[in-house]
């Protein structure tokens, strides 16, 4: 397989797997062609790269750079805004992750910690504590291992996850 093929399939395979992240395609296809280029990228080169227009381009780089996964630079002598991805991927791994979090977890932990008042006097309001109650539960040791594992150094997880391969 040649580089540009390579490249393009790569591209179109981490479009597919961001929206699994919560992003949307275009978002995860720029993050992607930002990944395997050596150098920065401006809008324009990405507009061309990816075929999308300046306004989803705009949209998905600030997104991305809100993710913690792009950030700009500047080349000395250019007029235009240049962008990297983060390419250290743990680094990524945890900006996913806090995003998801955030965008998951958090308002689900808020949501059952405002129904915990619900009074349990009846069968139904007392199946429907429970099932509050197992999801508190659930979510709170959810928050509390991504909170380690977000607190971890990339090559402690490293070591485990080469070890469980082994």
Known sequence: MEIESGKLKFIEEWGK????WGINRTMA???ALLLVCPEPLCAEDIMEELDISRG??????RALIDWGLLYKEHIKGKRKEY????KDMFIVFKQIILQ???KELDP???MV???????????QSE?????????????VKADTALTTLLETESNWISNIFFKMIR
């Open 127 to 139: 199946e429907f504590c429970n099932v509050l109650q197992d999801i508190r539960t659930f979510s």
């Open 56 to 61: 989803n381009a705009n949209m998905n780089i």
């Open 100 to 102: 998801r979090r955030k």
């Open 29 to 31: 296809q720029i993050h």
């Open 113 to 123: 910690n405002e129904l915990s008042h619900v009074r349990s006097d009846c069968n």
């Open 108 to 110: 689900l932990l808020k």
């Open 17 to 20: 797997l961001g929206t699994q």
């Open 83 to 86: 962008f990297r991805a983060e």
